[in-house]
């Protein structure tokens, strides 16, 4: 069974930064697009962040300039650097493993609070 294990979540003062991984087991990594997505209370899940096999990597409007994404294939895990960090990127956010061949995997998702 596919496993994605997010981890580095928090609550963090608003210009904070916060750093986000998630370790992959049980999938052949490197032929996955790794995202990062994001769900607040009362709203839509939303792709954050997404990086393709080749490492061509998309990023949403209110993120981009502020959060980096990147994947190690040596340790199946793909990460999500958060700086700048505001009150509105306050949410659960999950990994997401992508593949035609095989659909979409998730993760159990880690809370990211920015608060004063």
């Known amino acids: 069974q596919v496993q994605l294990v997010e981890s580095g979540g928090g609550l963090v003062q608003p210009g904070g930064s916060l750093r986000l991984s998630c370790a992959a087991s049980?999938?052949?990594?490197?032929?996955?697009?790794m995202g990062w997505y994001r769900q607040a209370p009362g709203k839509q899940r939303e792709l954050v962040s997404r990086?393709?096999?080749?490492?061509?990597?998309n990023y949403a409007d209110s993120v981009k300039g502020r959060f980096t994404i990147s994947r190690d294939n040596a340790k199946n895990t793909v990460y999500l650097e958060m700086n700048s960090l505001k009150p509105e990127d306050t949410a659960v956010y999950y990994c997401?493993?992508?593949?035609?061949?095989?659909?979409?995997?998730w993760g159990q998702g880690t809370q990211v609070t920015v608060s004063s």
């Open positions: 049980r999938i052949i990594f490197s032929s996955y697009t």
């Open positions: 990086i393709t096999i080749t490492g061509y990597t």
């Open positions: 997401n493993a992508a593949r035609l061949a095989t659909g979409d995997f």
